[in-house]
């Protein structure tokens, strides 16, 4: 399968994000699959960064999680390269800056690839300074995603038309990620105001975590809904101050919810 295969359905594709190696590497194996067996059409598979600037407090803590439990980029890798042993869901690699350089630059990206990812979302480098890294991904047989804000005008956001590929990323609020309670209308506007300006799917990032906020979205339009503080949430739950998680607890939450977002992300209008 490949980034497209996730899209084109009637209605959205429901897109976890899973922080790699929280608390577990094993408990991520599982994770994505119980996922991926509940309706996901593809993972957006983080590696833990002590310094995520787009990520809001639940993500943070499941990175500052996986990084006191030995989770390393390297061995994210072999994390990867385990998943897709085990199912061929579509997989796009969250990932910062810092860490491709430090890891060897498109070395990195070619193992991330040979490990199983399809595509690479990188937060933290703009459309102005993102040249090196597209023919980095490219090279190494990898989709680069790209982001949209609210703040874009439409001259912007035809720039970054102009260089995307796979998807577009809208993020459908200002500021970092994190579960909220209400989807504005604005994140609807976005959508409508991208998919006038390419024939990409545009997938919504940030703030969603309820099935309402799915259905609204895809509604408005958005081919894809991600969705990541909201998992982080219902798993971190599970896990005691020793830091032990109750897995088959939070497997058969996050499947129950998996199946509850998926549910409502079919076209109704």
Do not use: W
Request: hydrophobic share 45%.
């Amino acid at each position: 399968m490949t980034i497209e295969d996730a899209f084109g359905k009637n209605g959205a594709a429901f897109m976890p994000y899973i922080c790699c190696g929280d608390p577990s590497a094993e408990f991520t194996i599982r994770a994505v699959r119980a996922l991926a067996a509940s309706g996901a059409d593809a993972i957006e598979f983080g590696i833990p960064f002590s310094d995520p600037i787009a990520d809001g407090k639940s993500i943070q803590a499941a990175s500052a999680r996986a990084l006191q439990g030995g989770m390393t980029p390297s061995k994210a890798l072999g994390v990867l390269q385990e998943i897709r042993e085990q199912t061929e869901i579509p997989v796009i690699m969250m990932t910062y800056y810092n860490i491709i350089l430090a890891m060897g630059g498109e070395g990195f990206l070619k193992k991330a690839r040979d490990a199983g990812a399809d595509a690479l979302i990188v937060p933290d480098v703009p459309l102005e300074e993102s040249e090196a890294l597209q023919g980095a991904s490219k090279g190494a047989g990898l989709c680069l995603i790209r982001m949209v804000s609210l703040s874009c005008d439409d001259a912007r956001l035809r720039n970054i038309a102009e260089k995307a590929e796979g998807f577009i990323y809208a993020v459908g609020t200002l500021g970092t990620t994190g579960a909220r309670d209400d989807v504005g209308a604005e994140t609807a506007g976005l959508v409508k105001r991208m998919k006038a300006i390419t024939p990409l799917p545009v997938a919504v990032g940030f703030g969603i975590s309820k099935p309402a906020h799915a259905a609204a979205l895809t509604d408005a339009g958005a081919n894809g809904i991600i969705v990541g503080s909201a998992i982080a949430d219902i798993y971190s739950a599970h896990i005691d101050d020793d830091g032990k998680i109750d897995e088959d607890a939070a497997l058969e939450e996050l499947e129950r919810f998996a199946k509850e977002m998926k549910a409502a992300c079919v076209t109704r209008v």
